[in-house]
């Protein structure tokens, strides 16, 4: 026999082998350790969906409310949503098992035998209708888990008399069964909810702190940019070889390493120095309420556009920004002198030099954080200056870091063109604001981020070398860091592209107009809404999200009261960019979409419409104490009744009212301390089982 039939007959014994141990092996589905049924127990507009569970001796599910931190796959009712009926966000469940998993290092949440859990929807139809929906859950024993089981549903619901909806209780606690040994709401889950409400409603935070916290947060975002930007300008053709050059001159001259390394950093205190007396000095003149209004002043926007859009151009290579040569001449002679006089000269001297490279920069960011307001360029100009400060010192206390600096070359040129396009592209969102606050319509949505692809995609042929500007060398081929970068933003553009037919684009949320400033808002195809659809009236707009909005104040109450609903009130602006990011992160997620299309009435306030108010509306209006504002446009309107009404003048700012038009109890909520699903929601529903009990 040769050795090639025993080469086969080796091979089908031993297929024959793992194969019968295959196909004897029982193949387990997670339908058989877990039977259900899925029924409707409706009373009048009120239906419980409720899923029996039969779980199979040594197996077990997730329960259904498990805490945000755990990874493991939870057990819902997920019901697709419709204008038919409102879904109660609640899950009810019995208490669930808790143990420890040493081996996964997380904490479980299990059921086992025989359970129940339910969710609760309200008609909102006088016609019967078919309601469907996924069970979902994942099986598991001591060894092993299951994949997950989804498996879809359908149940008739009769339709019921509308008016009854007034009296629904959107927040019962309970759901009304027959047996009363399967109650899914434990007294004890009741109890923590009612710490959790106390604690959420004790924990509400004043409107000034609210904002000094939101004040903060922006402050330390300048910072981090602006520390990035120093960074960035650090290389660039005129400042990179500058590094070596300095740092070798003060070690040398100096008498020995110590005062060498001091020297060093008294340069780049000097530095700190210079670019911090910039920003404060800015501050000092225009004020700090002057700056504040920058963001939604239309000429200074415009103004913004128009420098960005130089200093993108001088990046690009087409000329310089220098300033003149007598000041470099006098700074220069003057750093002979010695001491710390002739040091900040120096440093004086280099910030002149390199003014071709890092004035659009530090423009850039003087312009950004002016629309902070308050101490922002200060903030902007320390965190530049400490970035482009920091290699001085270090290189002067540790000088053998110089010989792994990279050589100065053709690839500074290529970061100050990158840049430059970026300086572009920011450019358009200082026309975008005009645009908005003018509500002129002339930058949409579409056409801002058809400019954004333009602009990415011709940077991405420039850094694969297919285009070249005045001042590049020649490249005889891409390092690995260029063609990662070309690359990377290559992958960028085509993110950008879905975002032409209504993709959200959240990546870049808050800089793009919002998806309601779009020649079509309801998406490519679409002739409306489905949000917007859905319990409008006559004096509604299309808003965040397609959802129907009143921007008249008295209009919105009279109809919250009209259908027995509160009143979410929505301080925000056209040009407020965490106003954009809030509406489309997590406005939009689920839970928080249903309640805002469903259980409220959104009144949307702009504070920054510059549309002008009939002339028997213009008053003067004190906000605070000797603060008087002259009010004669919409946003003037609107800003000085947050200020009097909340002592707020931050955006997003949301309140919940009763059908009176009074403010509930749960407070404020805003970006910083709501800008995510869980905080926001609770917050949501807070206020609308405060509603029901007021």
């Given amino acids: 026999m040769s050795f090639k039939n025993l080469n086969f007959i080796f091979f089908c014994c031993f297929t024959l082998l793992i194969g019968g141990n295959l196909f004897s092996q029982e193949i387990e589905f997670p339908e058989d350790k877990v039977k259900h049924s899925i029924t409707a127990v409706q009373k009048g507009c009120e239906v419980s969906i409720i899923a029996d569970i039969e779980i199979e001796e040594g197996w077990h599910i997730n329960g259904a409310n498990l805490p945000l931190e755990s990874f493991s796959i939870p057990t819902d009712l997920y019901l697709d949503t419709s204008s038919m009926f409102v879904i109660e966000d609640t899950i009810y469940e019995p208490n669930f098992e808790h143990v420890y998993d040493d081996i996964a290092k997380e904490d479980l949440y299990l059921h086992e035998g025989r359970i129940t859990i339910s969710r609760k929807i309200y008609v909102s139809s006088g016609k019967d209708f078919i309601l469907k929906g996924f069970f979902t859950f994942q099986t598991c024993d001591d060894n092993h888990c299951l994949p997950p089981y989804d498996g879809p549903f359908e149940l008739k619901i009769k339709g019921c008399d509308v008016e009854t909806l007034n009296e629904i209780n959107f927040n019962s606690s309970e759901v009304a069964q027959e047996n009363s040994s399967n109650d899914l709401v434990e007294d004890d889950i009741e109890e923590t909810k009612e710490v959790v409400l106390e604690q959420e409603t004790s924990e509400v935070e004043t409107s000034s702190n609210t904002e000094s916290k939101s004040n903060s947060k922006s402050l330390f975002f300048i910072f981090i940019i602006s520390f990035l930007s120093g960074l960035a300008a650090l290389f660039t053709p005129c400042v990179f070889p500058m590094v070596p050059m300095t740092v070798s001159f003060f070690t040398k001259q100096s008498q020995d390493k110590a005062s060498g390394i001091r020297n060093a950093i008294l340069y780049g205190l000097s530095i700190i120095i210079i670019y911090v007396l910039l920003g404060t000095i800015i501050t000092a003149v225009f004020g700090a309420s002057f700056l504040n209004s920058l963001s939604t002043n239309i000429y200074f926007n415009l103004f913004f556009f128009l ?55 530090v423009g850039t960011l003087l312009v950004e954080s002016a629309t902070v307001g308050g101490i922002g360029p200060f903030v902007g100009m320390f965190g530049f200056s400490l970035a482009l400060a920091l290699p001085f010192g270090l290189f002067a206390a540790f000088p053998g870091w110089l010989n792994s600096l990279p050589k100065s070359g053709g690839w500074l040129n290529t970061v100050k063109v990158f840049l430059g396009f970026l300086e572009l592209a920011l450019a358009f969102k200082f026309l975008s604001n005009a645009d908005l606050v003018m509500q002129g319509h002339f930058l949409e949505r579409e056409l801002f981020i058809a400019i954004w692809i333009g602009i990415f995609l011709v940077l991405a042929l420039y850094l694969f070398g297919f285009i070249r500007l005045p001042n590049d060398g020649d490249i005889k081929y891409l390092s690995v860091s260029r063609s990662l970068l070309a690359t990377t933003v290559l992958i960028f553009v085509m993110y950008l592209i879905p975002g032409l037919w209504g993709a959200p684009l959240k990546l870049i949320s808050g800089f793009p107009p919002p998806m309601s400033y779009s020649e079509s808002p309801s998406g490519i195809g679409f002739s409306s809404n489905d949000n917007y659809s859905k319990n409008t009236n006559e004096n509604t707009h299309s808003g965040p999200q397609g959802l129907p909005v009143f921007h008249d104040l ?61 002339e028997d509306q213009h008053s003067e209006q004190e906000i605070a104490p000797g603060k008087i504002i002259n009010v004669t446009t919409i946003g003037d309107k609107w800003s000085a009744y947050q200020a009097k009404t909340y002592k707020s003048l931050s955006q997003p700012y949301y309140r919940m009212l009763d059908k009176n038009g009074d403010d509930l109890s749960n407070g404020s909520a805003d970006y910083l301390n709501h800008g995510n699903r869980q905080d926001f929601l609770k917050w949501l529903r807070t206020g609308l089982k405060q509603y029901k009990s007021s």
Wanted: hydrophobic content about 45%.
């Fill in 307 to 361: 420098l960005l859009i130089v200093f993108a151009i001088s990046f690009l290579g087409a000329f310089d920004i220098n300033l003149p040569n007598t000041w470099v001449t006098k700074a220069d002679s003057a750093s002979s002198k010695g001491g710390f006089l002739g040091i900040f000269f120096m440093a004086f001297t280099l910030a002149l030099v390199s003014f071709s490279c890092t004035g659009p920069i």
């Fill in 554 to 614: 008295d209009e919105g109450l009279a109809y919250a009261k009209s259908v027995n609903k509160p009143t979410f009130l929505d301080f925000t602006g056209h040009a407020c960019i965490n106003c954009r990011k809030m509406e489309e992160k997590v406005w939009g997620e689920e839970d928080v979409i249903n309640i805002l299309r469903d259980s409220v009435v959104i009144i949307s306030l702009y504070v920054d419409d510059k549309r002008e108010l009939p």
